[in-house]
């Protein structure tokens, strides 16, 4: 093993969710937010363990459970978030509700210039969804976010 103090480059990085179901995942993410699958590899009995989608200018990768790898819901839940930032924060939740996902916190107009509310899909991973409706400043940011918490 060589040490080196040279720090190396990352060249990718994107979210893997472990979904009970793959292929109805893979079809919930195509219909509900546009993905398009870029590439699938399956195992014995067709279970997906490893299929790349590209949704928007990013790509998420998607694999069935196993022993190694369990679902949310097998472990009660998710505590990652993916961020995902949309033209029609209402469109893309409507979407992603007709294809089985529930309302965590709904959409609406938040203080810090976004539109947004967070969404589990039907795999249990949590979803926020946002559009900006508001050009601010970090600093008007702050403001607002400090203007939330001040009793």
Do not use: C
Request: hydrophobic share 40%; aromatic share 6%; glycine share 10%.
């Amino acid at each position: 093993m060589t040490h080196s103090t040279h720090t190396p480059n990352v060249t990718r990085l994107y979210a893997r969710l472990v979904v009970s179901d793959g292929p109805r995942a893979i079809d919930f993410y195509r219909t509900a937010l546009g993905a398009e699958e870029i590439e699938r590899y399956t195992g014995p009995g067709g279970r997906i363990v490893h299929a790349l989608l590209r949704l928007g200018d990013t790509v998420v990768a998607v694999k069935d459970a196993d022993e190694g790898d369990p679902a949310p819901p097998s472990l009660g839940g998710s505590p990652v978030i993916m961020a995902l930032d949309v033209t029609d924060a209402d469109a893309v939740a409507e979407a992603m509700l007709r294809g089985g996902a529930t309302v965590v916190y709904p959409v609406a107009d938040q203080p810090h210039g976004q539109r947004g509310g967070r969404l589990a899909d039907p795999f249990g991973h949590l979803w926020m969804i946002s559009q900006t409706i508001e050009d601010l400043t970090p600093e008007e940011i702050q403001r607002r976010t400090d203007g939330m918490f001040a009793s």
